[in-house]
């Protein structure tokens, strides 16, 4: 299983971004899908997840700015982040079950 994320890059605070993951494989419609981050000397943190039935769940620190959807067909969830905030940066990853991308990195100025 390979997963790709892209979609990162600098932004200022206030704005936003639109992170993807293309999943290899048949696995992908029936799992469980993940992102995470990692802030600069850190560790790494739980960000939303969305189930294979289409339920989300977010940290309380993006509730309200950050959406998880997915793409069955396409074989990609995404992370739509808006309200964007200096504490969002950080390198994004994705991940199902124990398959993790190498991450995509998103930072926000001041």
């Known amino acids: 299983v390979l997963l790709v994320e892209s979609g990162g890059g600098l932004v200022q605070a206030g704005e936003s971004l639109r992170l993807s993951c293309a999943v290899s494989g048949t696995i992908f419609a029936i799992k469980d899908m993940h992102w995470h981050r990692q802030a600069p000397g850190k560790q790494r943190e739980f960000v939303a997840t969305?189930?294979?039935?289409?339920?989300?769940n977010y940290a309380d620190s993006v509730k309200g700015r950050f959406t998880i959807s997915r793409e069955n067909a396409k074989n990609t969830v995404y992370l739509q982040m808006n309200s964007l905030k200096p504490e969002d940066t950080g390198v994004y990853y994705c991940?199902?079950?124990?398959?993790w991308g190498k991450g995509t990195l998103v930072t926000v100025s001041s």
């Open positions: 969305i189930t294979s039935g289409g339920s989300t």
């Open positions: 991940r199902t079950v124990v398959y």
